[in-house]
Structures are given as structure tokens and as C-alpha cells.
């Protein structure tokens, strides 16, 4: 008998086997708003033109080699994140307490600040938005933490922050819980706390002496302006709090296969910042030993060329207004069509993602029916929509919240 015949199934992940029902859909008029990558207006994946510039700079120049970076990853990569981060006039930078190491992408900087905070620190306890990314969770329990919770995020009625639920769910939360908190872009939900709430919840972790976890997967991408999606950060920093950040490249440069992400820290006292490194290298050398060079050095040519680096904000403006574009066009269609509901939430949210508000049912509906791939919860992704497609999601939409059977489902702000 194999030692393997006990393995079980394992589920799927939604997202992945979404897209792949969706290449085998022979449907004419298909439409994925599943898979979180930008698209054009053409439906087509985009490799901005910085980042070819820095490739083909990089393939000719000669004294590039193939050697091993080491396990913190390339400095000049690294620092560079960091300032973008953190501002290049934080306090945190110019009295040597904020320092980035390079980690494999937004997942990858998690796990190894999970584990750090995990093995190292003693951390047990960690809590995440209800609804977050589906991968906080695994990549959490994975580093070694014992009890995930949730706190309150979205509210069903009013489609937006439930404040004072977040609020009381933090103020109940044992003293050095961990807090993963999305930077900018909630994801799945795309709403963000204003500054004023983000005060308030400043304020309940100080109180509670909890410690912030972000999660920065889109700064540029969700709004265009890089200090505006970095507010949140840089302000729980001007309070005081020691912080880890993961920073991902993959959406801001659209290096999804490069894996490129950074690991901020900030602590009070620069003399802890070598034995912070030391142990962060320990996890590293036994995790995956050390990064890969490409994607972080595309980044790095270009944040070390102003003209390239002007260029660079150039394309996340394109990409962010197209987004916004999108969810004009896609609100305007819905109410065009007189769709039940309340449909300003589609533009109030930002980033990549919308959480339409349709349930389960309607969203399988919307797949088994329209061939529109998007995942159950009702979330989609925003780069999905296209001016050719936008009139056919609405119209199914449409379709699926007047004639899908909901009867006992509170939806879209009311019963139907």
C-alpha cells in the first residue's frame, strides 16, 4: 500500500479554479472578474513600458550576474521600498528604525513577518477583517499562530465600514493580538476607513496594545497618488507604534510572476534593528534561503531613475483611472437600467475590487447563466470590465437580481 493512499483531497482555491473554468468556457461573450491582475481596455494583460525599459537596460548590461543576493535580499532594492512606504522624510528612515527585507511578493512578506512575530516575539493571536483575503488566514495559522478571529469590516445594510462593530471587536481583543490591516484598497470589499476613522482605530490599538500588521498589495494602483495610499501607514507611524508592513510590487508594476515584495519594519530603538535582521535572516535561511534578483532589480533601475520613475507614476495613473472608469461606467449602466438597489457603493469603493452585494446564489447565477466568472462572495474584479463588456455585466446583473430566487437573503440594501 502507498504511503501516500491517505492523503486526502485537498479544496480547491476558488480563485484558480475559477480561471480555469473560465479558459475552458467556449462562450463568445465570457467574462472573468475573478483573477485580481489589471487588464486593459482590450481585455488584455499590460506590461507597463518601464518596466521593458528596465528589462532591456538590465540585459545589456554586462556586469549583471547571476550570483546569489543576500537572504535580506538587494539593499538598494529594499531602501528604495521603504522610502516609497514610509516617506522619504519619515523619522522612522532618518533615525534608523524603519528598514525593509525583500521577501517573495505580498505572500511572501506575511509569512515571514507572521513567523517572525510567531517564533520570535510569542504572538499567538491574530485578527483579520470579516471579509479579507482568503490567504491571511492560511499563511497566519501556517507561520504558527494558534487563534485566528475576525473583526467586523463590512456592513451588509449600509455597503460600507461597520465602524463602531470594528471598533468594539478590537477593544475586546487580548493586549498584543496581532491586527492585519489592509493599507489601502480593501480587499475584497474595496472600502476604506476615512482618516478620521482611521484615527479611531489608532486609537482603540493603542489602548489595547495591539499591534499593526498592514498589508500594502496596491499603493499607487488604488488611487494614482502614492502618499495618499500610504496615509494610513505613515500615520500609525507618526503615533508611535511599532509596525510591520508587507509591500507588494506585483499590482503598482504589474510584476505578478516576479514575486517581488518588501518587508518594512518599524521599531522605537535602532539598537534592536540588527538582532531584528539576525533572526529575520535565521527564518529565511530555513524558509527558502534567499530571493530571486530580476523583479527586484526592474524596481530598483527605476526608482533610481527620476525619468523612469516619473514614467512609472505615469502608468499607475493610467491604471487607476481606468479603474475609476470602469466603475462610472459599470454604476451608470445598473441605474440606466433601473436595477433594484443601491448602486453608489460600485464608485465609493476604490481599488481593484467591488463587492457588488450580490449573494451565493446570484453570483453562480451569474456564472452557470451569463458565463461571468466572479468569485461567491460577489466579488469582482474591477480590471474585468472593459467599454465592450461593461453594458452585458450590467444587464446580467440585472437579470440576476430581478429573476435569481432570494427569497429569506437580505441583498443589496433590501429584501428582494
Not at 548590461?61 to 537572504?71: G, I, S, T
Not at 483575503?133 to 473583526?151: C, D
Not at 502618499?227 to 510591520?244: H, P, T
Amino acid at each position: 500500500m502507498s504511503r501516500f493512499a491517505k492523503v486526502e483531497q485537498g479544496p480547491p482555491i476558488e480563485v484558480f479554479a475559477l480561471n480555469q473554468q473560465f479558459q475552458a468556457d467556449t462562450f463568445p461573450n465570457k467574462v472573468s472578474l475573478g483573477v485580481g491582475a489589471y487588464r486593459t481596455n482590450e481585455g488584455q494583460p499590460w506590461v507597463l513600458p518601464v518596466v521593458r525599459a528596465a528589462e532591456k537596460a538590465l540585459a545589456a548590461d554586462e556586469k549583471l550576474n547571476k550570483e546569489y543576493l543576500p537572504v535580506l535580499g538587494l539593499e538598494t532594492f529594499s531602501t528604495a521600498a521603504t522610502k516609497m512606504l514610509l516617506g522619504a522624510d519619515s523619522p522612522a528612515i532618518k533615525e534608523n528604525r524603519g528598514f525593509g527585507v525583500q521577501c517573495l511578493s505580498g505572500t511572501g512578506c506575511l509569512r515571514v513577518g507572521a513567523e517572525f512575530l510567531a517564533r520570535i516575539l510569542n504572538y499567538h493571536v491574530f485578527y483579520y477583517s470579516k471579509p479579507t483575503w482568503e490567504n491571511h488566514k492560511l499563511v497566519f495559522n501556517n507561520a504558527g499562530f494558534k487563534e485566528p478571529k475576525e473583526y467586523r469590516y463590512w456592513s451588509e445594510s449600509t455597503r460600507g465600514l461597520d465602524l463602531n462593530g470594528l471598533i468594539e471587536d478590537l477593544d475586546k481583543a487580548p493586549e498584543n493580538s496581532v491586527v492585519i490591516l489592509h493599507a489601502c484598497a480593501h480587499n475584497p470589499t474595496g472600502c476604506d476607513p476615512t482618516q478620521e476613522q482611521w484615527a479611531k482605530i489608532a486609537d482603540v490599538m493603542e489602548k489595547r496594545k495591539l499591534f499593526p500588521f498592514f498589508d500594502s498589495a496596491y499603493q499607487g494602483f488604488a488611487s494614482g497618488d502614492l502618499e495618499k495610499d500610504a496615509w494610513a501607514v505613515r500615520y500609525f507611524v507618526s503615533r508611535g507604534f511599532e509596525l510591520v508592513c508587507a509591500q507588494s510590487f506585483a499590482k503598482n508594476f504589474g510584476l505578478y510572476n516576479e514575486r517581488v515584495g518588501n518587508l518594512t519594519f518599524v521599531v522605537k530603538n535602532p539598537e534592536v534593528v540588527p538582532k531584528v535582521k539576525s533572526q529575520v535572516t535565521l527564518l529565511i535561511r530555513g524558509m527558502y534561503s534567499n530571493p530571486p534578483s530580476h523583479g527586484a532589480r526592474i524596481v530598483n533601475h527605476v526608482f533610481a531613475d527620476p525619468a523612469l520613475y516619473e514614467q512609472w507614476k505615469g502608468c499607475i495613473q493610467t491604471m487607476s483611472s481606468r479603474i475609476i472608469e470602469m466603475r462610472k461606467a459599470l454604476r451608470a449602466a445598473l441605474e440606466k437600467l433601473k436595477t433594484p438597489g443601491d448602486w453608489s457603493h460600485i464608485t465609493s469603493q476604490i481599488g481593484m475590487f467591488s463587492y457588488t452585494g450580490l449573494n451565493e446564489k446570484q453570483s453562480l447565477h451569474m456564472i452557470e447563466k451569463h458565463h461571468i466568472y466572479m468569485l461567491k462572495s460577489g466579488r469582482i474584479s474591477m480590471c474585468g470590465l472593459t467599454p465592450n463588456n461593461v453594458e452585458y455585466v450590467a444587464k446580467a446583473i440585472y437579470e440576476t437580481v430581478t429573476n435569481c430566487d432570494t427569497r429569506g437573503v437580505a441583498t443589496l440594501g433590501h429584501k428582494l
